[in-house]
């Protein structure tokens, strides 16, 4: 069984310290290598073995989410006819999955407890709503394994150059049977040589089973020069559904609406209909795998459209900055939810979440430097005073704080929050929403005390006539 790596040397860190400094090592993965050059009879071979591993890599999965912490060096527990060097690789894959599983999972608890805290605030108000319910918790599932998937290293499955020109390269597969490795044949596509030309391919390497056919993803570290100057002006990047991008500069970019909205729209309706001649069918006894399915290709594209959509503005984005400091939000799409079902089906179609993902990875390819602060009260706060509170919103797109009267586009004043809370210590060392809140109230009220401002209640409207005696 292979041991935890040992600890790098005091040499080895301030070596990498030194490097940071200068320059930032991303990695780029090839992906889409189809593997078809191989006989039927390698393939069936493959198929069995993660057959086993895919087993084993669940029962993993199922104790790092329920009961242990997932590491991804402990212990074996679980018996396998996989040797060692397999048995290790399923452990740090179901680690991995576990981890990410359990952060979701806390984001979304932590944003439940928050709810809840602003709906017993609002009902304990003088003028609590009468529509709106108490948040539920509805406890996440374990993590079910279906696709075939491995994520390995060289101990299991190593890469090796062709001696011949039939193939590019070669995969080294450990097998059951010591000694007798799987050797299956690859061969590159034109753009996938051009991406790897002058390269060193990393040992990890990903396997995936799609629709009866294996693929493989290759992977290489490239380092990048680092162009942000430590005095580079912040620019603020709030991200929305009605503007994709709207930066603190008073710049949009990319939206939703219009023919994405539209083309969403279509295909929600196209779906409905499936679904209710699902559930049809379903009441006439149809055998499950006879039922029509709920997806559509109008829907696929329109994902693939959004996802072109937003990478599009991000590149527009930071082409107009290229010598600033990004800072972005730290959104969580997962714990977003809208009272109606077509509001939530909207957030989902916007596909929000790569905003972030995008912005994280277009900076770290050019060098730029990219920060993320927290989001809590970003869109309720004024940028000027600081006072919080959802009467400052009257609309969607409007922000006309009730206190100062500062009025501003909500996107523009979100993203000025965002770049103003950029080494803001004291903001990101609050544990949650009420203690932002807490906090940003009592900036308010240093405001008011700087300002000299006073804030007076709305007047009293007396009426002119008597009033009706009894």
């Not at 709207?246 to 909205?261: E, M, N, V, W």
């Not at 994902?303 to 990004?326: C, E, F």
């Not at 000027?384 to 909500?410: L, M, S, W």
Request: glycine fraction near 4%; aromatic fraction near 8%; charge should be positive.
């Amino acid at each position: 069984m292979s041991l935890k790596p040992e600890k790098a040397t005091e040499e080895a860190k301030k070596k990498r310290k030194r490097k940071k400094k200068t320059k930032q090592t991303i990695t780029r993965a090839v992906t889409h290598i189809r593997l078809i050059e191989a006989n039927p009879g390698k393939l069936d071979a493959l198929d069995q073995l993660v057959e086993e591993y895919l087993a084993l890599t669940q029962q993993y999965v199922t104790l790092f989410t329920t009961e242990a912490s997932p590491k991804r060096y402990a212990e074996p527990v679980f018996e396998t006819a996989l040797s060692d060097r397999w048995h290790r690789v399923a452990i740090q894959q179901a680690a991995g999955i576990a981890r990410s599983w359990r952060t979701n999972r806390e984001n979304a608890y932590q944003a439940y407890l928050e709810d809840l805290a602003d709906y017993a605030e609002d009902q304990a108000s003088s003028h609590p709503n009468p529509n709106r319910k108490e948040p539920t918790w509805k406890e996440w599932n374990t993590p079910i394994l279906h696709v075939p998937c491995i994520q390995a290293n060289v101990n299991v499955v190593g890469v090796e150059k062709s001696e011949d020109s039939t193939f590019d390269y070669w995969l080294r597969i450990s097998t059951k049977d010591l000694g007798n490795p799987l050797r299956v044949p690859v061969k590159l596509a034109p753009y996938h040589k051009k991406a790897l030309l002058g390269r060193t391919i990393n040992t990890s390497t990903a396997l995936h089973k799609r629709r009866g056919v294996w693929w493989l993803t290759l992977s290489f570290d490239e380092d990048v020069p680092r162009k942000t100057e430590p005095s580079a002006p912040r620019v603020g990047v709030d991200v929305g559904i009605a503007n994709f991008i709207t930066t603190s500069t008073g710049q949009t970019y990319g939206t939703f609406h219009g023919k994405l909205a539209k083309k969403h729209k279509r295909d929600r309706e196209k779906r409905r209909r499936k679904a209710k001649l699902r559930a049809c069918l379903e009441k006439k006894g149809v055998p499950k795998e006879q039922l029509p399915s709920t997806s559509s290709a109008t829907g696929q594209r329109l994902g693939r459209q959004v996802r072109q959509d937003i990478n599009r503005a991000v590149n527009q984005m930071l082409d107009d900055h290229p010598d600033a400091r990004i800072v972005y939000e730290e959104l969580n799409i997962a714990s977003m939810r809208f009272k109606a079902r077509a509001m939530n089906s909207y957030l989902y179609a916007s596909n929000l979440g790569q905003i972030p993902e995008q912005l994280a990875w277009a900076t770290a390819k050019r060098g730029m430097a990219a920060h993320t602060v927290k989001a809590a009260y970003s869109s309720q706060e004024c940028s000027r005073c600081h006072y919080v509170d959802r009467a400052n919103r009257p609309d969607q797109k409007t922000f006309r704080c009730i206190v100062c009267g500062h009025e501003d586009h909500a996107d523009h004043n979100a993203s000025l929050n965002l770049a103003g809370r950029f080494e803001d210590r004291q903001l990101a060392a609050c544990q949650n929403k009420a203690e932002v809140k807490a906090l940003l109230l009592k900036r308010h009220e240093a405001w008011k005390m700087k300002n000299r401002a006073f804030v007076v209640g709305p007047a009293v409207q007396l009426s002119l006539w008597d009033q009706p005696r009894d």
